[in-house]
């Protein structure tokens, strides 16, 4: 059984860039789509973005394309989400997961989940 840790939110001005990592253990992370989700006070758990296991397939919400960027490192047992042009929108506490399918947006497809990281955006 994998296990996740987030680690790398805090507090930044918009415009500011943040970067994510989601570590795992217990079981190598080279043969799950990972993905980044995101849960703002009062809303659903929301999809982010997607990596494919080998990493050559990426997959964006509309709202952080080009803003973004998604990667992996399987030596390192490791999903980062690089965070640009960040707005106060993107307040949210910031979940990675894994799932056995790539390209899955929705929650349910995801099998282990991080306890998550928080990510606040001031104006």
């Known amino acids: 059984q994998v296990q996740l840790v987030e680690s790398g939110g805090g507090l930044v001005q918009a415009g500011g860039s943040l970067r994510l990592s989601c570590s795992a253990s217990?079981?190598?992370?080279?043969?799950?789509?990972m993905g980044w989700f995101r849960q703002a006070p009062g809303q659903e758990r929301e999809f982010v973005s997607v990596?494919?296991?080998?990493?050559?397939?990426?997959y964006y919400t509309d709202s952080v394309k080009g803003r973004f960027t998604i990667s992996r490192d399987n030596a390192k047992n490791t999903v980062h989400l690089q965070m640009n042009s960040l707005t106060p929108e993107d307040t949210a506490i910031y979940y990675c997961?894994?799932?056995?399918?790539?390209?899955?947006?929705?929650?349910?497809?995801?099998?282990?989940w991080g306890q998550g990281t928080q990510v606040t955006v001031s104006s």
């Open positions: 217990g079981r190598t992370l080279i043969s799950y789509a």
């Open positions: 990596i494919s296991p080998s990493g050559t397939g990426t």
């Open positions: 997961a894994a799932s056995n399918l790539f390209g899955m947006i929705s929650v349910r497809q995801y099998h282990t």
